[in-house]
């Protein structure tokens, strides 16, 4: 209980400064990268796996929050990609005919009922 206590209390509880500056709705509790303690203390704590945090393999508290959290939306930069043409050399390309395989149907035949209404 001491231990929980002190690990709620410090760095990487909800109090702490990293977590009060996070978004309210980033908590750890709801990240992919959370990975909840055994026993008892599950409810309440679990490991940072997230390598990108400054938590990462550290205990926090489920109401802890960094910033990091896995659904963190990601700024785009405003300038698009220059993407170049496509460029299709088919000067290497050999002309082949296909006879029809046994079975198949002429483009100009009925298609075969298959009874559906």
């Known amino acids: 209980a001491e ?5 709620y209390d410090g760095d ?3 109090d702490a400064a990293i977590s009060a500056a996070a978004p309210a709705a ?14 008892s203390l599950r409810l309440a704590f679990g490991a940072c796996g997230n390598f990108y945090a400054p938590d990462d393999g550290r205990v926090v508290s489920a ?7 896995s ?7 405003e300038t698009p990609v220059d993407e170049l043409p496509t460029v299709y050399d088919d000067s290497a390309v050999e002309a082949m005919t296909v006879s029809r395989a046994l079975g198949s149907v002429e483009a100009a035949e009925p ?3 298959y009874g559906h209404p």
Do not use: I, N, S
Request: hydrophobic residues 35%.
């Open 3 to 7: 231990a929980a206590q002190r690990w």
């Open 12 to 14: 990487h509880g909800p």
């Open 26 to 39: 980033a908590r750890c509790g709801t990240c992919g990268f959370y990975l909840p303690l055994a026993g």
């Open 63 to 69: 109401d802890h929050g960094c910033g990091a959290h």
């Open 71 to 77: 659904e963190a939306l990601v700024e785009t930069p």
């Open 111 to 113: 298609a075969e009922p």
